[in-house]
């Protein structure tokens, strides 16, 4: 019972090796031949992606007002206390900034008005438009 089931389980290792091997050796192929996949030397779309910026002071947030869907927000705690920056629907959370840190989110992709506060301080609050 036992060295059945070795031998069936040497086996199956041994078949998903030729599989993996099958599969390595037509993927290669492919790569040679595809030319549709974007070259890694193309700087324009890298370019168009700007980060936006929010900064926080005072106990307020200041800054960018509407970004790109999926932009990169950069978020500076300028304050001596930590602060948030959460998505009232939790699409995206700064997690807590220390006074000076500052922190890059993804925004989301779906166009709208996102509203945000701080968890430590709800009354502070801001929105963005991403579209
Ligand atoms: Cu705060």
């Known amino acids: 019972m036992r060295r059945l089931t070795t031998t069936s389980a040497a086996r199956a290792a041994a078949a998903v ?43 307020a947030f200041s800054g960018a007002t509407s970004a790109a869907a999926g932009e990169t927000l950069i978020v500076t705690n300028n304050d001596g206390s930590a602060h948030t920056l959460t998505a ?23 166009a709208g008005t996102y509203t945000f506060f701080c968890t430590i301080h709800p009354t502070m609050t801001g929105e963005i438009i991403i579209g």
């Open 17 to 59: 090796a030729a599989i993996t091997l099958a599969l390595a050796a037509c993927g290669s192929d492919s790569d040679d031949s595809d030319d549709s996949e974007p070259a890694a030397d193309e700087p324009a779309e890298a370019a168009a992606t700007d980060a936006v910026e929010i900064s926080i002071e005072g106990f």
């Open 88 to 110: 009232t629907e939790g699409e995206f959370n700064t997690g807590s900034l220390d006074g000076g840190a500052s922190a890059e989110i993804t925004l989301p992709t779906e």
